[in-house]
């Protein structure tokens, strides 16, 4: 057959999940995605060096719909979702976690809601809440339901309003789906700004596109598991998230110089009070070894700002505060174990 092209159909979307070290909450995952009503889909698994039967589990299913790549060295979340990115071949690309659950009407609702509104760069939906204990919290309350009027639509102006002035993204990355050409159009997925990555293409995304909403709760969303804070959370965590809205106010928000500055000003106090309430909880604690840590600036990750977090002065202030901590942290300890009491009461 010399001369003759096979053309293989590309699958409508393609269903990214980054994973590592997650092989029980993983299976359940996977399982979720198998019984979904939607079918032209492919799904992609990359496995950021798992030491534990991960690779050998994805390897074993043998499902046609299944390609599974294994990093070389450690990428973390960001880096794998990027390769994952740069692998999808659907129109769409859901970018999925390895510990949720997902309804059989998932994909199709998704889709729905994408092929609707050709206008719209991304779109995500509501979800069910699953607690660490197993308990599951039916219909939170959640802003994004709020946010939306009753169209489902955002324009991007508004959309990169709201990553300028809200501390917490309102969007729940684990249920999102993005249009494939929009994303290669801004640049793809982008690890650099770290914990703030998936925001960041939100963002860039929201500057030549709208972003929609589904109302209806698709997925069961996982609360985070503790080891969470020492790989994303913490000092490392708060610098990430200012840094970034800043970041996002200075080059991304389209108000006058007015509101522009005094947002600055605004986001500059909640970052403090930000660290002093994250202070003061470790010392409720008694986490001596991590307010210990606190102004190590070496640990922080390197953001394209190229700024340190605080100036010589904030840091001078910073360094009292967490001393002081230190130097009381036995108070700091028999404080929080009456205000446990006192909560239980």
């Known amino acids: ?52 039967d991960t690779f050998e589990y994805l390897q074993s299913l043998n499902w046609d719909k299944l390609k599974v790549v294994r990093n070389r060295k450690n990428l973390n979340i960001f880096g794998s979702l990027a390769r994952l990115f740069q692998l999808a071949k659907g129109k ?75 501390v917490f993204t309102p969007v729940p990355a684990m249920a999102t789906i993005f249009r494939r050409e929009i994303v290669e159009r801004v640049g793809n997925y982008r690890p650099d700004w770290y914990l703030a990555a998936d925001e960041d293409l939100y963002r860039r995304i929201a500057s030549i596109s709208d972003v929609a909403y589904c109302p209806e709760r698709l997925f069961y969303l996982r609360e985070r598991p503790a080891e969470r804070e020492q790989v994303l959370g913490g ?6 998230i200012y840094e970034f809205r800043e970041d996002t106010t200075k080059r991304y ?25 994250y202070s003061v909880s470790l010392w409720l604690k008694g986490r001596k070894d991590v307010l210990g840590n606190a102004l190590n600036l070496d640990g922080l990750p390197c953001l394209p700002t190229r700024r340190y977090p605080m100036n010589k002065f904030e840091m001078f202030l910073a360094s009292i505060l967490v001393r002081l901590l230190i130097e009381t942290i036995g108070l700091g300890i028999r404080f929080g174990r009456w205000r446990k009491i006192v909560k239980s009461m």
């Not at 970018?95 to 779109?123: C, R, S, W």
């Not at 000092?235 to 990430?240: A, M, S």
């Not at 522009?260 to 000003?265: A, F, G, M, P």
Request: proline share 3%.
């Open 253 to 277: 928000y389209r108000g006058n110089k007015v509101s522009k500055s005094l947002n600055l000003l605004r986001l500059r106090f909640l970052r403090y009070g930000a660290i002093g309430k």
């Open 92 to 166: 769409y690309i859901a970018m999925q976690h390895d510990h949720d659950i997902y309804m059989p009407n998932y994909l199709a609702k998704m889709l729905e809601l994408m092929e609707a509104n050709p206008t719209v760069g991304f779109g995500y939906c509501s979800y069910h809440f699953i607690l660490n204990n197993g308990a599951i919290i039916k219909n939170p309350d959640t802003f994004e339901m709020h946010m939306f009027t009753k169209s489902g639509l955002l324009s991007g102006k508004e959309f990169l309003k709201i990553l300028a002035t809200k």
């Open 235 to 240: 000092w490392k965590g708060l610098y990430t």
């Open 1 to 52: 057959m010399n001369g003759v092209k096979i053309s293989i159909k590309s699958p409508m979307i393609s269903v990214c999940i980054p994973t590592y070290n997650r092989r029980g909450l993983l299976e359940e995952t996977i399982g979720s995605i198998r019984k979904q009503m939607f079918e032209d889909y492919e799904v992609i698994v990359c496995d950021d060096c798992s030491t534990d």
